[in-house]
């Protein structure tokens, strides 16, 4: 059984930093991109950033960019996201995301297979 289980999240003041993780267990193909995706009560899941299987490839919303950083370490099936300086409107839930990889954009949600259950990100000002 694949599962994918966040944690890192909580209350912090605006300009503050907070470390997302996102673990990985019951996949044997390791040929996946991940991506981090959040969402408030009566939007779309959105993306926030993502990352190829080989880490080459790293997108981010313009709305995070210079702020947020992506990673991951395969060895250990762990996925990663430094957030920054962060405001209010990053306030969400923060689910991670997981796909093979087959060179794709992987940007919006339906493009994932498998989500963990979300990581609530509170920013208080």
């Known amino acids: 059984q694949v599962q994918l289980v966040e944690s890192g999240g909580g209350l912090v003041q605006a300009g503050g930093s907070l470390r997302l993780s996102c673990r990985a267990s019951?996949?044997?193909?390791?040929?996946?991109?991940l991506g981090w995706f959040r969402q408030t009560p009566g939007k779309k899941r959105e993306i926030v950033s993502r990352i190829s299987w080989s880490g080459a490839s790293i997108y981010y919303v313009d709305s995070v960019k210079g702020r947020f950083t992506i990673s991951r370490d395969n060895a250990e099936n762990t996925l990663y996201l430094e957030m920054n300086g962060l405001k209010p409107e990053d306030t969400a839930v923060y689910y991670c995301?997981?796909?093979?990889?087959?060179?794709?954009?992987?940007?919006?949600?339906?493009?994932?297979?498998?989500w963990g259950q979300g990581t609530q990100v509170t920013v208080s000002s």
């Open positions: 995301a997981a796909a093979a990889d087959y060179g794709l954009a992987y940007i919006i949600p339906e493009d994932y297979e498998y």
């Open positions: 019951g996949l044997t193909f390791k040929r996946y991109a």
